[in-house]
T-cell receptor
Framework: GQNIDQPTEMTATEGAIVQINCTYQ??????LFWYQQHAGEAPTFLSY????GLEEKGRFSSFLSRSKGYSYLLLKELQMKDSASYLC??????????FGTGTKLQVIP | EAGVAQSPRYKIIEKRQSVAFWCNPI?????LYWYQQILGQGPKLLIQ????????DSQLPKDRFSAERLKGVDSTLKIQPAKLEDSAVYLC????????????????FGPGTRLTVL
């Protein structure tokens, strides 16, 4: 089966750095996705990690440790528009993608 | 490039009625997904198609839900009869890579259909 855990809510200040953690236990692992979802909108792709280590893409970075079943999404220089839910999702056997419940991030001035 | 299209965007029905949703994926995308997203939760996979074959439908409530993907392109998801707990957003997504090709399967989501069952 698949089990993905991430915090329900987080609050951070504009301009700061925030780290959103995700732990997973899955049968089969191909890679891990992070998606951003603004309220009332569809999820949009942020990153995909296959190998251990940090992948940086602008203000967003994603880290993966396959041996620990752990990932995090790092958001730097937070902006108000970063207020959204961040979904951790694991790609397992047959490319099946299982989503976590999401972390609702609120950025405050 | 056109994105994933879904219709209708909103639907309100009474319990025990039937409803159908339509999805047109991005041209050339082999894999199509239907998700159910209840407010405050992550998307839950209902069914995954590879071209016009079903890859995974283990979480589809088959006594009331059905889905098809004719000719490996458009897809419809039907609920018959609907229950109150079916109130959710139904998301359709598609991805380019076929199973086994190794590249990641980034999913492109449609705008979703918000279903309210009264």
């Amino acid at each position: 089966g698949q089990n993905i855990d991430q915090p329900t809510e987080m609050t951070a200040t504009e301009g700061a750095i925030v780290q959103i953690n995700c732990t997973y236990q899955t049968s089969g692992f191909n890679g891990l996705f992070w998606y951003q979802q603004h309220a009332g909108e569809a999820p949009t792709f942020l990153s995909y990690n296959v190998l251990d280590g940090l992948e940086e893409k602008g203000r967003f970075s994603s880290f993966l440790s396959r041996s620990k079943g752990y990932s995090y999404l790092l958001l730097k220089e937070l902006q108000m528009k970063d207020s959204a839910s961040y979904l951790c999702a694991v790609s397992g056997g047959y490319q099946k993608v299982t989503f976590g419940t999401g972390t609702k991030l609120q950025v405050i001035p | 490039e056109a994105g994933v299209a879904q219709s209708p965007r909103y639907k309100i029905i009474e319990k025990r009625q039937s409803v159908a949703f339509w999805c047109n994926p991005i041209s050339g995308h082999a894999t199509l997904y239907w998700y159910q997203q209840i407010l405050g939760q992550g998307p839950k996979l209902l069914i995954q198609f590879q071209n016009n074959g079903v890859v995974d439908d283990s979480q589809l409530p088959k006594d009331r839900f059905s889905a098809e993907r004719l000719k490996g392109v458009d897809s419809t998801l039907k609920i018959q009869p609907a229950k109150l707990e079916d109130s959710a957003v139904y998301l359709c997504a598609s991805s380019l890579d076929e199973i086994g090709r190794g590249a990641h399967n980034e999913q492109f989501f449609g705008p979703g259909t918000r279903l309210t069952v009264l």
